[in-house]
Each structure stands twice: as C-alpha cells, then as structure tokens.
C-alpha cells in the first residue's frame, strides 16, 4: 500500500469520527468505513476489518431505529464489502442474508430447463450431497448472463444479474466454511466460486478477490489429499485447475495452476498435438460450469502457456474416462 492510500484511510477515520457524533450523513460515514473495511482485508488485518463491520452493523439499526432509508447502492456495497471481507479473510460473515432480503432468489422465476446439474456434477452427486442445489444455481446464471449479453444492459437488468450472483456467492461462502474438512468439495466450491465472480462482467478482472480464491484453490489442490486423487477425480480437478489459471492474470498464481497442469495430466496419460488440444478440453470444461461466450479466450491463452512451457506438449486422454 502506497502513502496516498494511508492518507485516504486517515482522512476516512477523521470523517467517521466526527460523523459519528451527529449522524447527519450517514451514507457519507458508511462509505468511509467500507473504504476502511477494504483497506484494511487488502492488508490482511482480519480482526479490524471484522470489528468495522460490527460498527457497521450497529450504524445499520441505528439508521433502521431513526428510519434513515439507505439508498439500494449504499446497502449493495454494505453486502459486497461484508461478503468478500468473509471469503478473504475465510471467517464467518457479520451481517446474515435476512438483513438484505433483496438478495434473495427463488429459482421459480427462471427458466425450468437451465435448473440443471452439468452432466459432469451429476456423476459426483453422491460425493457432493446437498452441494448441487447451489452448483445448479450457477448454471442458471451462466444461461441467464450468457442470453442477455453484456453489451447496453439496462440498469434493471444488471442489478437482477448481481442480486443472482450475490445469492449464489453467499451460499457458497457459507457452504466454504462447512465443508472446510472436505478436500474435493472445497476445490470444487472454490472453483464455481471464481467461476461464478467472473462469469457476467469484465470489471473485476484481475481483483483481490480473483487472486485469493486462485491461490486458496492452489493450495488445496496440491495438498497431499490429492495424492493419487487425479485417476479417480481427473475430468473435476482438470476443471478446477484450468478455472483457477485462465481466470487471473499472468502472475504467479495462474503459473502454480499452470504446473498442477502439467504435472497431473502426464500423471493420467493426458497427451497430444497442441492444435488439436483446445476443443477435447474445452469439451471436458463445459461438462461442468463453462461458458464459451465469456471465457473461450482466456481459457485458450491458458492452455497455450501450459502447452509451450518447456516445449511439452502434454494432453491425451482416455475418452471413455473423461467422456461426461
């Protein structure tokens, strides 16, 4: 962090306390602590950020208390800011999802036919258990973004797809910290998780929060759980470490994923040309969540990288095995 940032965060808490005292522009006060709660989660400081969001609670039913309505944009950063202070620092969330009832879903307002496990979650529904509810989800925003398009999109329009996304991504928050003792689940919920924070909008491109889950969901995948994990799991774990690459910039983390990549499918006997490489991939891909229309480029750039690194060329692959 820069000197210019910690001059921000000085004038920030300034504001906040003089504020404070009279209440008299509450959305001002609350948008100085959502800087400060990201500054703060950006440094790694957890116990701070989490003890600005209790503030932040109070200041909230203290509004409620004086019936002070908070602006719809002022209540989405609220929920945005608390939710990814939670994946980031892997803690429990300070607001629950009642207190912002207009990021509820019900699936009965969506297509019938989207309501549908990808064909290659629906082999591991015995493994994933009550965790297809939500990986069904993502698959309906991904129909649902990709019909709409990004381009000109009506203001109602983008909200309904981030009110989506915000369901999904605090169901699958909740379901990271349940589920942290199982290995396969974790990557997979990771996996969808950066998936589903990419999927509709090129904005947050290169964020934090892509960085984090891609580092956490290297760090899952090479551990020693995973030993021997790739002739029973291959076509998810093929899944979630290209997600994990294609997905982030170049940097380290999309080259960590990179080398699970080359090593793991020569584990399994993955090999082939290069220019006969991308559409077997790509194939294995959308059998679980994969969306052509947003990630096609990306998901190729990665694979070249992956490919020419040291001139190896690395994936054949046993298509009754990967068939899905």
């Known amino acids: ?37 990201g500054i703060e989660w950006r440094m790694g400081v957890r116990m701070s950020a989490h003890a600005l969001l209790k503030g932040l609670e109070m200041l909230l039913q203290l509004c409620e208390k004086n019936k002070y309505f908070l602006s719809p944009s002022v209540r989405r950063g609220i929920f945005w800011q608390d939710l ?6 892997n803690t429990n969330r300070v607001m629950s999802r009642a207190t912002f009832p207009e990021f509820q879903w019900g699936r009965e307002a969506f297509i019938s036919e989207w309501s549908i496990l990808p064909p290659g979650f629906e082999k591991l529904r015995a493994v994933l258990g009550d965790t ?35 369901c999904i991504e605090a169901r699958l928050q909740e379901s990271l910290r349940e589920w942290a003792a199982d290995d396969l689940k974790t990557v997979i919920l990771l996996a969808a998780y950066l998936f589903t924070y990419s999927l509709f909008t090129s904005v947050w491109n290169g964020s934090a929060i ?29 899944w979630c470490t290209v997600i994990g690459g294609c997905l982030v910039p170049r940097g380290n983390a999309r080259s960590q994923h990179g080398a699970i990549l080359r090593e793991k499918c020569c584990a399994i006997g993955y090999r082939m040309p290069l220019q006969d490489c991308w559409s077997d991939i790509s194939a294995i891909l959308e059998g679980f969540l994969w969306s052509s229309i947003s990630f096609e480029e990306c998901g190729l750039s990665f694979l070249k990288e992956v490919m020419l690194h040291d001139h190896v060329d690395i994936f054949q692959y046993d298509e009754e095995y990967y068939s899905v």
């Open 210 to 238: 892509q960085l984090h889950l891609s580092e956490r969901l290297y760090q899952r995948l090479e551990s020693p759980a995973f030993d021997g994990s790739w002739e029973t799991f291959g076509p998810v774990l093929l």
């Open 1 to 37: 962090f820069t000197s210019e940032t910690l001059h921000y965060q000085g004038q920030a808490i300034e504001h906040i306390q003089v504020q404070l005292q009279t209440l008299t522009s509450p959305e001002c006060t609350i948008g100085a602590i959502l800087l400060l709660v």
């Open 84 to 89: 990814n202070t939670a994946i980031v620092t």
């Open 132 to 166: 297809t509810e939500v990986l069904q989800d993502i698959y309906v925003l991904q129909k649902y973004s990709e019909a709409l398009g990004t381009r000109n999109l009506e203001l109602a329009s983008v909200h309904a797809l981030d009110n989506l996304q915000a």
